[in-house]
């Protein structure tokens, strides 16, 4: 089941999928640690996961900061413009 989201609440964008290595390129509105659970939501994708890896010029974080630009892995094909919302 979907959650609907305020878009006021939304920490984050996709910038880029590459789908060879199931990565999203990620801009940050908000603060984001490894761990947390996350639904990236668009016009076709939905997608609820816990992020287990984050890496910022090829180099893993634990954390990253608003306006960072990031890479996160994705479970499943994530599109440009898709929205990123902190789930409970």
Same mark, same amino acid.
């Given at each position: 089941?979907? %959650? /609907? +989201? #305020?878009? !006021?609440?939304?920490?984050g964008t *996709?910038? +880029?999928?590459?789908?060879?290595?199931? *990565?999203?390129? $990620? =801009?940050? #509105? =908000?603060?984001?640690?490894?761990?947390?659970? *996350?639904?990236?939501?668009?016009? %076709? %994708? &939905?997608?609820?996961? %816990? *992020?287990? !890896?984050? /890496? $910022? #010029?090829?180099?893993?974080? /634990? =954390?990253?900061?608003?306006?960072?630009d990031l890479?996160?892995? $994705?479970d499943d +094909? $994530? @599109? &440009? +413009? #898709?929205?990123?919302? @902190? /789930?409970?």
């Amino acid at each position: 089941m979907s %959650t /609907e +989201h #305020d878009e !006021s609440a939304a920490i984050g964008t *996709v910038t +880029h999928y590459f789908g060879h290595l199931s *990565v999203a390129a $990620v =801009q940050l #509105d =908000q603060p984001l640690h490894k761990g947390e659970k *996350v639904h990236i939501k668009g016009h %076709t %994708t &939905d997608l609820v996961q %816990t *992020v287990d !890896s984050m /890496e $910022v #010029d090829h180099q893993s974080i /634990e =954390q990253a900061a608003p306006g960072d630009d990031l890479a996160i892995h $994705v479970d499943d +094909h $994530v @599109r &440009d +413009h #898709d929205r990123i919302f @902190r /789930e409970d």
